[in-house]
C-alpha cells in the first residue's frame, strides 16, 4: 500500500508549525492508529489526547483538514487518496502542546449551571409520576460526550475570545435545556440565559449540530426552544398579564445564579465571585 503523509501541528504557547510524518499505510487504520505510530516512532514526544479510542469519551477531538472531527472516529481511507492529512489542536482553546487544547473553559460554564431542583415527590413513598414523553425529551441531550466540537466551531467564541465570560456556547446550552425540559424540575433559568449566559448572541448557524459526533440536533431541538422560552419569558404581554393575575414573580438572573456550584461551593478556577448585581449589569 502507498504512504501516508500526515501534517501535524507541532508546538507550544509560544508558537508553532506543521510537520511531515510520511508513514506506511495499513488497512482499516483511522487517523490516531497513524498518530500512535508516529510517537512511537519518529516522534516520541508528540502530545494528542486521548482515552476510550471507541468514540465514547470526546477526548480525541481535534481538527482534521479543517474539520472539527474525533481522531478515533476518522478513517485514513475516507479521506482524499494522495493528500496530506492535516491535523490540527481546536483553534478556539488556547494551546498545551502540540494537538493537546485546555478546554477547562468548558467546565467553568459548566460550574455556572444551576442544577436540577426536583418537585417534591406524588406519593408518600418519594415516587413520581411522569408521562413517557417528557421523560424522552431530554434523553437526546444527555448523549453528549463532551468533545466540545461544538463549542470550537461557534464563531461567537471562536473569533471573539472577549465574549467567553458571557457566552455560555451550544454544550452549554444543551445541558440548560435538559434541565428546563425536565419533567421534574422547578428552576427558572430564563433570566440567566437571556442576561448572563449569551443565549442572544447565537444567530443559528447550525455549524454546532454539523459537527456533533452523537447527531445531537443542538440547534433545533436546544438552542431555538431556550430562545422561545427566554422570549415568552422577557417579552410576552400575555405571560405579564398572567403572572400579574395569578400574583406570580419570574425567577431573576441573580437567583437562579446563586444555586450554581460555582456559588455553592467555589474553587480557585471559578475566579472571584462577584456580586450578583454587578454581574447582571456588567453583561447585559
Request: include cysteine; glycine fraction near 6%; charged fraction near 25%.
Amino acid at each position: 500500500m502507498a504512504d501516508v503523509t500526515m501534517t501535524v501541528w507541532r508546538g507550544d504557547p509560544s508558537g508553532g508549525a506543521f510537520t511531515d510524518y510520511v508513514m506506511p499505510a495499513v488497512e482499516g487504520e483511522v487517523v490516531l492508529d497513524v498518530l500512535h505510530r508516529i510517537q512511537a516512532g519518529p516522534a516520541p514526544d508528540l502530545a494528542c489526547r486521548w482515552n476510550c479510542k471507541a468514540g465514547k469519551c470526546g477526548s480525541c477531538s481535534a481538527e482534521i483538514n479543517g474539520r472539527p472531527a474525533l481522531m478515533c472516529m476518522t478513517r485514513v481511507d475516507e479521506l482524499p487518496v494522495g493528500e496530506p492529512i492535516v491535523v490540527a489542536p481546536m483553534r478556539t482553546f488556547p494551546i498545551i502542546r502540540d494537538l493537546v487544547t485546555d478546554v477547562s473553559f468548558n467546565y467553568t460554564m459548566a460550574r455556572q449551571v444551576p442544577p436540577l431542583a426536583p418537585r417534591a415527590p406524588d406519593a408518600p413513598d418519594g415516587t413520581y409520576r411522569m408521562m413517557q414523553i417528557d421523560v424522552e425529551r431530554g434523553q437526546e441531550f444527555r448523549k453528549c460526550i463532551e468533545c466540545f466540537m461544538c463549542q470550537d466551531v461557534c464563531h461567537v467564541i471562536r473569533d471573539h475570545e472577549e465574549n467567553k465570560t458571557q457566552y455560555a456556547g451550544p454544550r452549554m446550552f444543551i445541558r440548560f435545556m435538559e434541565l428546563e425540559s425536565h419533567p421534574l424540575d422547578t428552576n427558572d433559568r430564563r433570566e440567566l440565559l437571556r442576561q448572563k449566559m449569551g443565549l442572544g448572541m447565537c444567530n443559528i448557524t447550525k455549524c454546532c449540530t454539523e459537527v456533533c459526533p452523537e447527531h445531537i440536533k443542538i440547534t433545533d431541538n436546544a438552542i431555538i426552544p431556550l430562545k422561545e422560552r427566554v422570549v415568552d419569558s422577557a417579552y410576552d404581554p400575555v405571560a405579564w398579564l398572567g403572572r400579574k393575575i395569578l400574583r406570580r414573580t419570574k425567577r431573576s438572573a441573580a437567583e437562579a445564579d446563586a444555586d450554581a456550584p460555582a456559588k455553592t461551593h467555589p474553587t480557585s478556577a471559578d475566579g472571584p465571585t462577584p456580586t450578583p448585581t454587578a454581574g447582571i449589569a456588567a453583561s447585559s
